[in-house]
Nanobody, 116 residues
Framework: QLQFVESGGGSVQPGGSLQLSCSVSGEALNYYALAWFRQTPGKEREELACISSVDRNTYYGDSVRGRFTISRDNVRNTVYLQMNSLKPEDTAVYYC?????????WGRGTQVTVSS
C-alpha cells in the first residue's frame, strides 16, 4: 500500500511562488511515472505535469507550461512541483499521482490559494 505525504501548499499573492512536495512510502517508485493534478469544485481533475521514471522526460499542461516545473528525487521517493508566477486561477487542491499496475494512487491533496 502506498502512503503519500504532501506538503508545501498555502496562500500566496499573485506572482508569487510555492513548491509542493509529495513523499511516497510503501514502495520504491524509481520505475514509475509521477504526476501532479489539481481540482477545483465542480471541475474535473486536471493533469498539470508528469515526469517519467528513468529518463525523466516531462510533460506539462497548457495552463502551467513555462511557469511550473516538476522534478523527482528517487532516493527520497519524492516528487516536487515548483510553481512560479502564480495566478488566482491556480487556486485549487493539488494532488500527486502514481499509476502502478494499472491502478491510480492519489495523495490526499494540498490546498493552494492565490489571492491578493
Amino acid at each position: 500500500q502506498l502512503q503519500f505525504v504532501e506538503s508545501g501548499g498555502g496562500s500566496v499573492q499573485p506572482g508569487g511562488s510555492l513548491q509542493l512536495s509529495c513523499s511516497v512510502s510503501g514502495e520504491a517508485l524509481n520505475y514509475y511515472a509521477l504526476a501532479w493534478f489539481r481540482q477545483t469544485p465542480g471541475k474535473e481533475r486536471e493533469e498539470l505535469a508528469c515526469i517519467s521514471s528513468v529518463d525523466r522526460n516531462t510533460y506539462y499542461g497548457d495552463s502551467v507550461r513555462g511557469r511550473f516545473t516538476i522534478s523527482r528525487d528517487n532516493v527520497r521517493n519524492t516528487v516536487y512541483l515548483q510553481m512560479n508566477s502564480l495566478k488566482p486561477e491556480d487556486t485549487a487542491v493539488y494532488y500527486c499521482h502514481v499509476q502502478r499496475g494499472g491502478i491510480d494512487f492519489w495523495g490526499r491533496g494540498t490546498q493552494v490559494t492565490v489571492s491578493s
